[in-house]
T-cell receptor
Framework: QKEVEQNSGPLSVPEGAIASLNCTYSDRGSQSFFWYRQYSGKSPELIMSIYSNGDKEDGRFTAQLNKASQYVSLLIRDSQPSDSATYLCAVNPPTDSWGKLQFGAGTQVVVTP | GAGVSQSPRYKVAKRGQDVALRCDPISGHVSLFWYQQALGQGPEFLTYFQNEAQLDKSGLPSDRFFAERPEGSVSTLKIQRTQQEDSAVYLC????WGYGVNTEAFFGQGTRLTVV
């Protein structure tokens, strides 16, 4: 079992709809959680970070963290074609003290006009 | 510089050849990470530097992989006697902080290594 699990997709979302991405992690004491967006052939780009239970909103993006259930999710509201990318969930494991990240395999999102 | 810079962007190596991949982090960033990303997968951690000290090399897949950051800025990842399974994108990331701080890493464009 991988430490960080994501549905690989592709997740097809109509333009203007909400895209919902889920991520589960195995290390219960994990501390920090990140969502990266990666366009094909490009490097990962940080779009959200969340450290405590609850919701965190930034523009059209909302990250949700539930440490008891060991999942973190990302909502993309009013999805645009430019949101078509692979979204990587990353976790800072409890055994690490300086920011090493464990990544999921990523969920591919395709926003259809 | 404005961001993390990696060179070369693309490298084709014959099996058995040695390669060196360069990372120039954001100026002043304390932490530097190397990750390996295979096609269709998320990045996998290779090694971590805090300034010039290599504090974690637990992700290096074999003793053919070696990394250094001698002056605490530019880093080089060297792969000796390359094998086909080494084909991947090698990503470098840096962050401003070091030990004990929640941190956000910024990635370079990566070097795509193809071993033929």
């Amino acid at each position: 079992q991988k430490e960080v699990e994501q549905n690989s997709g592709p997740l097809s979302v109509p333009e203007g709809a909400i895209a919902s991405l889920n991520c589960t992690y195995s290390d219960r004491g994990s501390q920090s959680f990140f969502w990266y967006r990666q366009y094909s052939g490009k490097s990962p780009e940080l779009i959200m970070s969340i450290y405590s239970n609850g919701d965190k909103e930034d523009g059209r993006f909302t990250a949700q963290l539930n440490k008891a259930s060991q999942y973190v999710s990302l909502l993309i509201r009013d999805s645009q074609p430019s949101d078509s990318a692979t979204y990587l969930c990353a976790v800072n494991p409890p055994t690490d003290s300086w920011g090493k990240l464990q990544f999921g395999a990523g969920t591919q999102v395709v926003v259809t006009p | 510089g404005a961001g993390v810079s990696q060179s070369p962007r693309y490298k084709v190596a014959k099996r058995g050849q040695d390669v060196a991949l360069r990372c120039d982090p954001i100026s002043g960033h304390v932490s530097l990470f190397w990750y390996q990303q295979a096609l269709g997968q998320g990045p996998e951690f290779l090694t971590y530097f805090q300034n010039e000290a290599q504090l974690d090399k637990s992700g290096l897949p074999s003793d053919r992989f070696f990394a250094e950051r001698p002056e605490g800025s530019v880093s080089t990842l060297k792969i000796q006697r390359t094998q086909q399974e080494d084909s991947a994108v090698y990503l470098c990331a840096s962050s401003p902080w070091g030990y004990g701080v929640n941190t956000e890493a910024f990635f370079g464009q990566g070097t795509r290594l193809t071993v033929v």
